[in-house]
């Protein structure tokens, strides 16, 4: 039912949750919708993002996310998906961000660095990351940044 533990937590948030099919998750970037208790009566559609490495076999670093801008694919990646949130976990809590305004914000940062594109994770920062012989372009983001833009902070 859900792709991982952070999906779950989230979902235990929701009045009237429901999960997002196989297609709405790949083709539509969202994982469940409904009501997030004590925040708001509107049901809202949220992409569920869990603790990230800085690298394929680093450590888990919650002090960073990912964002996604084209999927391996090729498509146009989450960050132009039709979820209304971006819920990206913490130790403690989910910080829940706009999805528009995260593109924007994830757009204006990486204009800054003249959308330089980079070949090692680690350069990644408000950099535009293509791995070898694969179509998506990712960008890494300090969480406190996102803290700093969201619209709720919701503890699990």
Same mark, same amino acid.
């Given at each position: 039912?859900?792709?991982?533990?952070?999906? =779950?937590?989230?979902?235990?948030?929701?009045k009237e949750c429901i999960v997002a099919s196989k297609n709405e998750n790949m083709f539509e970037h969202?994982?469940?919708?409904?009501?997030?208790?004590?925040?708001?009566?509107?049901?809202?559609?949220?992409?569920?993002?869990?603790?990230?490495?800085?690298?394929?076999?680093?450590?888990?670093?919650?002090?960073?996310?990912?964002?996604?801008?084209?999927?391996?694919?090729?498509?146009?990646?989450?960050?132009?998906?039709?979820?209304?949130?971006?819920?990206?976990?913490?130790?403690?809590?989910?910080?829940?961000?706009? =999805?528009?305004?995260?593109?924007?914000?994830? =757009?204006?940062?990486?204009?800054?660095?003249?959308?330089?594109?980079?070949?090692?994770?680690?350069?990644?920062?408000?950099?535009?990351?293509? =791995?070898?012989?694969?179509?998506?372009?990712?960008?890494?983001?300090?969480?406190?940044?996102?803290?700093?833009?969201?619209?709720?902070?919701?503890?699990?």
């Amino acid at each position: 039912m859900f792709a991982n533990e952070a999906e =779950r937590l989230f979902s235990l948030k929701l009045k009237e949750c429901i999960v997002a099919s196989k297609n709405e998750n790949m083709f539509e970037h969202w994982d469940m919708k409904g009501i997030l208790f004590d925040v708001t009566e509107d049901v809202l559609k949220y992409d569920v993002k869990g603790i990230k490495r800085d690298q394929r076999h680093g450590n888990l670093n919650p002090k960073i996310v990912w964002t996604e801008s084209k999927n391996v694919r090729g498509n146009p990646g989450w960050l132009y998906g039709k979820a209304d949130y971006i819920a990206f976990e913490k130790t403690d809590e989910f910080v829940v961000v706009d =999805r528009v305004v995260l593109l924007n914000f994830m =757009r204006e940062k990486i204009e800054e660095n003249n959308n330089e594109v980079v070949s090692n994770p680690y350069d990644a920062l408000y950099k535009i990351y293509q =791995r070898k012989g694969r179509q998506d372009k990712i960008s890494k983001a300090y969480m406190f940044d996102m803290e700093k833009i969201s619209k709720w902070i919701v503890k699990k």
